[in-house]
């Protein structure tokens, strides 16, 4: 045969099955297609996965983590006050030239804040991510608040006991003036001290004037917390003292710390975990378009 009927040949046979080579190249071409469809689709899920994941980690797992081992632990081992002293002052209609102007109150209240983070991303994440280690966090802050108010109020109520057993006056003890004993900042003194895990708080004597005496606690700053007659200085403070931890021991305040303590160690375990992973798990609005099976 020779060439041209070879020719002949080819051109019949392709114009005979001229419809079944077009079927073939457009499913080859759908095929092709829908493969690269797929491909992005997928490039695009796993950059919007990627983008969500950073997202959490910088909005949520950072604050939470930040908060953990600045603030939570930082108040559990004394490095800072569980609790303090907050002032107020409000305007005096009574005062008289040279007086105070102002009517001064303080109040023992709690330093432990809640953390901040982007709700909404912590929502996302708390329900459709990381549900049981955001469970295991707010089990241990809610149980850490708790813990905390209960501090403030068992210094209220050591700090009003302390004020009641003596003759001193109760108040701020400064301005030179005698006989003056600050059970509030005492009590301060003494819960600082009992959360490093020390039995008295470190404080300062000095003796102004013979037969007087003055004792200051470093808590936040160097805070006098007596002045007067040495004798009576020296017996409010050690029942002071003896108060505080004698009702810490009663109400096991020690246990609840340490065990608090502990669940921070598995806490920051837990947030760790989400630091260092490398996926979301299950879908959620924020990036859509996995598929349901």
């Known amino acids: 045969m020779g060439l041209v009927e070879v020719f002949k040949e080819c051109f019949r046979a392709l114009n005979e099955y001229a419809n079944l080579l077009l079927v073939v190249v457009t499913i080859v071409y759908v095929l092709v297609t829908w493969r690269?469809?797929?491909a992005l689709k997928l490039a695009s899920l796993r950059d919007r996965e990627a983008s969500h994941l950073r997202d959490i980690r910088e909005l949520v797992v950072s604050p939470l983590v930040q908060w953990l081992n600045g603030d939570a632990i930082s108040r559990l081992d004394g490095r800072m006050p569980i609790v303090n002293i907050s002032e107020s002052a409000t305007p005096r209609s009574d005062a008289q030239l040279g007086e105070d102007q102002f009517?001064?109150?303080r109040t023992i209240k709690g330093t432990l804040v809640v953390p901040e983070f982007v709700t909404v991303l912590y929502s996302d994440s708390r329900r459709f991510?990381?549900?049981s280690q955001l469970a295991l966090f707010e089990e241990f802050r809610d149980d850490l608040l708790k813990f905390a108010s209960d501090c403030s109020e068992f210094a209220v109520r050591c700090a009003d006991k302390i004020a009641s057993s003596t003759t001193l006056t109760r108040g701020w003890a400064w301005n030179n003036v005698p006989n003056v004993a600050d059970s509030d900042s005492l009590v301060v003194a003494c819960i600082?001290?009992?959360m490093q895990g020390l039995r008295l708080p470190e404080v300062t004597r000095t003796f102004p004037a013979p037969g007087g005496e003055e004792v200051s606690a470093n808590?936040?700053?160097?805070?006098?917390?007596v002045t007067g007659d040495r004798s009576r200085v020296d017996a409010w403070l050690t029942a002071g003292v003896e108060t505080v931890r004698s009702a810490w021991a009663e109400e096991?305040?020690?246990d609840r710390r340490d065990e608090l303590l502990r669940r921070a160690r598995d806490?920051?375990?837990?947030?760790?975990e989400i630091t260092f992973t490398h996926s979301l798990g299950d879908d959620c609005p924020f990036v859509g378009g996995r598929s349901k099976e």
Request: charged share 20%; net charge positive.
């Open 36 to 38: 690269t469809l797929v």
């Open 103 to 105: 009517a001064r109150r």
């Open 129 to 131: 991510h990381f549900a």
């Open 192 to 194: 600082r001290a009992l």
């Open 219 to 225: 808590i936040a700053s160097p805070t006098k917390l």
């Open 252 to 254: 096991s305040l020690a």
């Open 267 to 272: 806490v920051g375990g837990k947030l760790d």
